[in-house]
């Protein structure tokens, strides 16, 4: 019911602002039908582990090595094309109802998946830079998902430790040296629970690694990670 209402008040404001495509700019609709068609999904067959298309296997070569801290990573879509262009309004022109929008694809993934839930928390932002936006994107994703899927959205369940710096432009071990012990949970809210860590976009799965470590560290029963899309990383070299 709460789901329901949260999607038809975004419905009425439609009503009054006629919005354009968070992907395309086409005036109608928030997301259109094209956009949805060609967002590119991460096609299987997928590492159990970390989502990442394999060549067949159950792991991929990087979970063998080093496996993520998290029991399962999965993404909805590849960061490119309409996903780039509509995570980048998510992000930074706070478009909530865009973002309950595109998190409608994701309640039926997770629903999909045999996983057992609790709670559904955000990967939180530096403080510094939660107070020059005023908002979290991956709050934006993590709300409407746990609304859709039934289960209670703790916005607290992680936070920022100290302030990292941004991972673009960094290598996988920068990455993961930028976000180690970066978070810390709250024991409260995550002893015993199984937690779905939610967020806009992985890279390396540095930032989903650090924050798994805090959850773990704080009691977790288990621990999860839903991104909206997977971002290809280029090279690994600085
Ligand atoms: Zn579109
Ligand atoms: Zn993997």
């Given at each position: 019911m709460r789901y329901a209402l949260y999607r038809w008040s975004w419905a009425a404001l439609d009503w009054l602002f006629p919005p354009t495509c968070g992907g395309c700019d086409m005036p109608g609709e928030r997301w259109c039908q094209d956009c949805q068609e060609i967002a590119a999904r991460i096609e299987p067959p997928l590492c159990e582990c970390c989502g990442q298309t394999t060549s067949g296997d159950t792991l991929c070569a990087r979970c063998v090595d080093s496996p993520p801290k998290m029991t399962a990573i999965r993404s909805w879509a590849i960061f490119d094309g309409p996903v780039r262009e509509a995570l980048h309004r998510v992000k930074y022109q706070r478009d909530v109802a865009l973002a309950e929008v595109l998190t409608r694809p994701l309640v039926e993934y997770v629903g999909s998946l045999d996983w057992h839930l609790d709670i559904v928390a955000p990967v939180p932002l530096s403080r510094d830079r939660q107070k020059e936006r005023g908002y979290n994107q991956a709050a934006l994703l993590?709300?409407?998902?746990?609304?859709?899927?039934?289960?209670?959205?703790?916005n607290?369940?992680?936070a920022r430790r100290r302030d990292t710096r941004s991972q673009v432009g960094l290598n996988l071990d920068q990455r993961r040296q930028n976000v180690e012990g970066a978070f810390q949970a709250s024991r409260s809210l995550v002893a015993g629970k199984a937690v779905l860590v939610?967020?806009?976009v992985a890279t390396s799965g540095s930032t989903l690694d650090a924050s798994a470590e805090a959850l773990w560290h704080a009691g977790a029963e288990n621990v999860y990670g839903m991104t909206l899309a997977r971002a290809v990383l280029v090279s690994n070299k600085p």
């Open positions: 993590a709300k409407p998902l746990a609304l859709g899927l039934g289960l209670r959205y703790c607290h369940a992680l939610v967020d806009d």
